[in-house]
């Protein structure tokens, strides 16, 4: 098990671990219909990974060579005046949960803010999404915010709620 920074060649995997986490974690939580249309977009990613935006951070991890997590982090998007750095995306492949991988991509989020000054972090999560909660929770985070979900058209009536560390020491250990 391992974490290391994504390069052009993760695309397709990122891809597909995003389209495949989505279908599992929100099947039942958000719309059957946008569930059932997401697709690939691994020319998108890779133009992504191109032309990481400043200060973006994209880490993958690997389990036997192969890539079962990812991990997309920055500074905040929204300049929110207590928290500094923003972990964007994390997604561990369902058959890979559970063994350390989100802990890991997080500690190197949480590692690579620092050393560029963001030392607090907020993360959202859909307020239904129990299993990414409990995890939220489970290193140390606490619910501060929340928020309509702007991820996709028509997402109005669902909430997200950030969870904010304001000091990211605990997670880099």
């Not at 994504?6 to 569930?35: F, Q, S």
């Not at 923003?86 to 620092?114: D, N, T």
Request: net charge negative; aromatic share 8%.
């Amino acid at each position: 098990m391992g974490v290391r920074r994504a390069t052009v060649d993760d695309a397709e995997a990122i891809e597909r671990i995003r389209v495949e986490t989505w279908r599992a974690t929100y099947r039942g939580l958000l719309p059957d219909g946008l569930i059932d249309q997401l697709q690939p977009n691994v020319e998108r990613r890779r133009e992504r990974l191109r032309s990481t935006l400043p200060g973006e951070l994209n880490f993958v991890a690997e389990e036997h060579a192969e890539v079962v997590g990812y991990a997309l982090a920055g500074p905040e998007r929204t300049h929110d005046s207590e928290y500094s750095g923003e972990v964007y995306a994390i997604y561990v492949l369902p058959s890979a949960q559970g063994k350390g991988h989100g802990r890991a991509l997080i500690r190197e989020c949480a590692r690579a803010l620092a050393a560029r000054g963001m030392t607090s972090l907020l993360i959202w999560v859909l307020r239904e999404n129990r299993i990414g909660r409990g995890f939220y929770d489970g290193i140390g985070g606490t619910p501060v915010r929340e928020k309509p979900l702007d991820e996709f058209y028509g997402a109005d009536d669902y909430v997200e709620v950030g969870y904010g560390w304001k000091d990211t020491r605990s997670l880099q250990l």
